[in-house]
């Protein structure tokens, strides 16, 4: 082969790489905006159903497509498209109403035209409570190897949708509220961790949720980290990883 034609068939190599680069970065960009989205758990507002160091994959589809749906928010339209609700006892994603930017991640409670309260740490829907069984203390290790146990109870909401909470501190400020009527076109959210979580209870810091903030719905952990580990130290996966959370569905 002349040397000519080895430097046309490098170019032609050249570019079949770019152009399969470039498919495969459309391809993903697709996955990402209308499929699934990865989200990792910061904080520990949803123990123990989403531990800290959980990353998850959130169907974008589930609730139909807004403006949050698209990076950056782009306001190509109002409102939401091919729009389904939510079913109470959901895990989403949504945008923060107080700055439209930030990823918050709860439980559905409460519905359009519902009246909640927590009453002495019981969850009432509609002016029933809700059922709540005390079932095994969560168990917390410390830094230093210290065990710390959690009152765990589980839930059973209307629709028959089951998930543990805890209860750490008995009588704590969200424990008990005033009865919170759910606009149309908003939902309530509450995190499972009960007396460590800033959700709809508290109506300056999160309060309703528009319809339109709802990013997507948690489905499905596909890698999860100790909380005081690190991604890159790829030496320490073997004793960092929490193998059995891996491919486990969101409930």
């Avoid at 034609?5 to 050249?14: F, G």
């Avoid at 991640?105 to 509609?126: A, F, T, Y």
């Avoid at 979580?197 to 596909?222: W, Y």
């Amino acid at each position: 082969m002349s040397v000519e034609a080895e430097k046309t068939e490098a170019k032609s190599s050249t570019k079949d790489t770019i152009r399969v680069i470039i498919h495969a970065l459309i391809l993903a960009l697709i996955v990402r905006v209308f499929l699934f989205q990865p989200f990792n758990i910061p904080s520990g507002s949803m123990i123990p159903t989403l531990l800290v160091g959980d990353y998850l994959f959130v169907s974008k589809y589930s609730y139909g497509y807004s403006r949050y749906s698209f990076p950056f928010g782009l306001n190509l339209f109002s409102g939401r498209v091919w729009a389904k609700d939510p079913e109470r006892g959901d895990v989403v994603v949504f945008k923060l109403p107080r700055d439209n930017e930030t990823d918050y991640i709860k439980r559905v409670i409460g519905l359009p035209g519902d009246e909640i309260q927590m009453i002495n740490g019981v969850l009432n829907i509609n002016g029933k409570p809700v059922p709540k069984v005390r079932i095994s203390d969560y168990v917390v290790t410390e830094h230093a190897g210290r065990k710390q146990r959690v009152a765990r109870y589980e839930e059973t909401l209307p629709n028959g949708v089951k998930y543990p909470v805890l209860d750490a501190v008995e009588d704590s400020f969200g424990d008990t509220t005033e009865v919170y009527k759910v606009p149309e076109g908003h939902f309530f959210m509450m995190g499972d961790n009960r007396d460590n979580s800033t959700d709809s209870r508290f109506l300056s810091e999160v309060g309703f949720v528009p319809f339109e903030n709802l990013v997507g719905k948690a489905q499905i952990i596909f890698f999860s980290m100790k909380e005081d580990s690190s991604f890159f130290e790829f030496w320490d996966w073997p004793t960092s990883i929490r193998w059995p959370r891996i491919f486990l569905v969101v409930h």
